[in-house]
């Protein structure tokens, strides 16, 4: 029987049969890589926190290999704590508090999101990481901004991105940026918040103020909106545990 | 059936003859498929900006041209004429997801640079064009060899064009300075006598006029390419 390939019925067999193996395919291989993908992430976390923390020298020897065995050394996820949207610590599962899909969910209020506040032990002194995600210009940055046993000074951060302009809003992620964040404080002495402004006159080095990337402005400004809106929260827990 | 019995009684031609060999080294030349054809020119622009994207946006797109002309030219002689585009571009964009999941579960920090470049290669002309003018209507080993040149001729193109824009815009190859550290307060090298990054490059339109100036060269060392009028 000689199959007449410009009928209506082998055009439709042929879609269906295409469909039914391409589906099948593509549905086994995302089954198959999915717990590896998400492992990744996992990992990904940590290094991003161990490189929020890490000075420069330590952080850059952090790679994917050893994020598990370093985390482990510094972090203890039992100590972690989870805020709500007023800086009251409540019950909840640090690691697993996804800041991402909470940012992204526009149904969720503000009074059920939850704020994961990591405390890490390095050469004695304890240290508090805190996970921050807002938008840049082509899609969602996140970074970790790290505070010192004082409550109020930044001594660490790290900043990621997903589709910023390679070298403009991209340079977030780089070190010089990183620095300039660096010794900024949080609160005043009278333990209110502070918030940052980015600047572009090159006036960084003044208290409460960061220099902005050239050409990255708002991927800059981005970074601006992200830190101070998620540090607003954590502000509060700080000023009612400052010593 | 009688038709492919026939075809199969044929004198085998060796595997690179002359014929299959101008199926690789044409599109890296005379007819490139950026410069000449001027497809694809919306990912080159995209991407151009660090050598290291560059690379393996090029080596991703070389994979889909090579699978997909392999896949669709082993199904040429079944699949229905009526909605050959439709299944070309199932082809295309199945393998461009294949591309993605085993990125992000085997090199994820390469995949998260990519980002969401690897899902547009679904939109390259190159590979659609590549699949209805060449696999439709050839073997499969001709069309390997087929896809394998014009993806390096894209890919060669891409690196061409980065280099100079990563160079002038940022000053760096392949992320290694080359003119010294630009950073404010602690230039070195070349900044240190004045110069500046051209920040112009790191903008996409720059990118076309690179591909412009690749164009005009081209044209003009190569008489043939030209139009005549």
């Known amino acids: 029987m000689a199959l007449n390939k410009e009928s209506n019925a082998y055009t439709f067999g042929f879609a269906i049969a295409l469909v039914i193996v391409v589906g099948t395919i593509l549905a086994s291989l995302s089954l198959g890589l999915k717990d590896k993908q998400e492992k990744n992430g996992v990992v990904k976390k940590k290094m991003d926190i161990l490189k929020a923390m890490l000075p420069m020298e330590e952080a850059n020897k952090i790679d994917r290999s050893n994020a598990e065995e370093n985390f482990n050394k510094y972090v203890d996820l039992k100590n972690a704590l989870v805020l709500d949207m007023n800086g009251k610590p409540v019950e909840g599962n640090a690691f697993d508090i996804d800041i991402k899909k909470d940012y992204k969910n526009k149904t969720l209020k503000e009074s059920d999101k939850k704020f994961p506040l990591f405390v890490a032990q390095k050469d004695g002194k304890k240290l508090y990481v805190i996970p921050i995600i807002g938008k840049g210009l082509w899609g969602p ?8 046993e004082d409550m109020r000074t930044v001594v660490g951060a790290s900043f990621g991105h997903q589709g910023e302009t390679p070298g403009l809003g991209a340079e977030i992620t780089q070190q010089f940026f990183i620095d300039r964040w660096i010794g900024e404080t949080i609160l005043d002495e009278n333990g209110d918040f502070t918030p940052f402004e980015i600047v572009k006159d ?3 080095p003044k208290p409460q103020k960061v220099d902005g990337i050239t050409g990255g402005t708002i991927t800059s400004k981005g970074v601006e909106e992200m830190a101070n809106r998620g540090l607003s929260v954590y ?3 700080f000023k009612s545990n400052m010593q | 059936m009688s038709e492919i019995a026939i075809k ?22 005379d007819n490139n498929p950026v410069t000449i054809q001027v497809l694809g020119i919306c990912s080159a622009l995209a991407i151009t900006v660090q050598v290291s994207q560059g690379v393996v946006m090029g080596l991703s797109v070389i994979f889909v041209t090579v699978m997909g002309n392999l896949l669709i030219s082993l199904l040429r002689n079944v699949i229905p ?11 295309a964009a199945s393998l461009v997801i294949i591309v993605n999941e085993v990125l992000k579960a085997y090199l994820p920090d390469i995949s998260e640079k990519l980002s969401v470049f690897v899902g547009l290669i679904i939109t390259n002309c190159i590979i659609m064009g590549r699949f209805e003018a060449f696999a439709m209507a050839n073997k499969p080993w001709p069309s390997v060899l ?14 061409l064009v980065a280099i100079f824009r990563e160079l002038f815009g940022s000053g760096t190859l392949g992320g290694i300075p080359i003119f010294g550290n630009s950073l404010p307060g602690e230039e070195s090298g070349l900044y240190a006598m ?4 051209n920040n112009m490059m790191i903008l996409p339109p720059m990118a076309l006029v690179i591909v412009g100036c690749i164009i005009w060269v081209q044209r003009s060392r190569n008489k043939s390419l030209q139009e005549s009028h």
């Open chain 2, 8 to 29: 199969s009684k044929a004198p085998r031609e060796p595997l690179f003859s002359k014929k299959n060999k101008k199926l690789i080294t044409d599109p890296l030349t």
């Open chain 1, 235 to 237: 502000a509060t827990y």
């Open chain 1, 202 to 204: 090159g006036s960084g």
């Open chain 2, 194 to 197: 004045g110069y500046a990054n």
């Open chain 2, 146 to 159: 087929d896809g394998f040149g014009n993806g390096l001729g894209y890919a060669g193109l891409l690196v």
């Open chain 2, 81 to 91: 004429s009526k909605i050959r585009i439709i299944v070309q571009l199932v082809v």
């Open chain 1, 141 to 148: 940055i996140w970074g970790n901004l790290c505070i010192g």
